[in-house]
């Protein structure tokens, strides 16, 4: 099994062959663990949001959000982390409900999103006036390039190669 990394404008999404995601499998197998780190923890910026001027207007009277290309928790845990059983565990049934993954205040929620190969996965833009550009780069499988209109879902896509 192997997983699929596909970067979509600022968050990670993950299409991973087994339930590992969820750290129990229906086989009987248990994933648990923190992930951290040591030394100093990166330092979070701030989103530039000043381009679009109606996701500027949504931050008017506050900071900008901060990017969460690292996230930080308590006891130098980290936040946002994947982790898979990348051989020996079998291949679990693809779930029949999608993973959704909103854009809102023109960030993505949540951050990293994992899936099964072949889960369909659900894009849904809640900016009520921004129009959003869904572009993935998958190695595997075919990219595509929407733009998502303000208060509409994408339809469902999915990503069927895993090798």
Known sequence: MQTKHVVL??????AVSTAAIAGQSPSGGTVSGIVSYEGKPAKM???????????AKLYKNMQPPLAED??????????????????????????????????KG???IPHV??????QEVIIKNEDEETVHNVHP???LNREWNESQTAGHPLSAKS???RK
């Open 70 to 103: 690292v996230v930080t928790g308590p006891g130098k845990s980290l936040q946002n982390v994947v982790v898979y059983v990348s051989a020996g565990a079998p291949d679990d049934p693809v779930p029949s409900t999608p993973a959704v993954l909103t854009q």
């Open 9 to 14: 404008a600022g968050f990670t999404l993950l």
């Open 45 to 55: 910026n701030r989103i530039e949001i000043t381009r679009d001027a109606s996701c």
């Open 113 to 118: 999103l994992a899936l099964h190969v072949n």
């Open 106 to 108: 023109c960030r993505y």
């Open 159 to 161: 990503l069927p190669r």
């Open 137 to 139: 780069l998958p190695k």
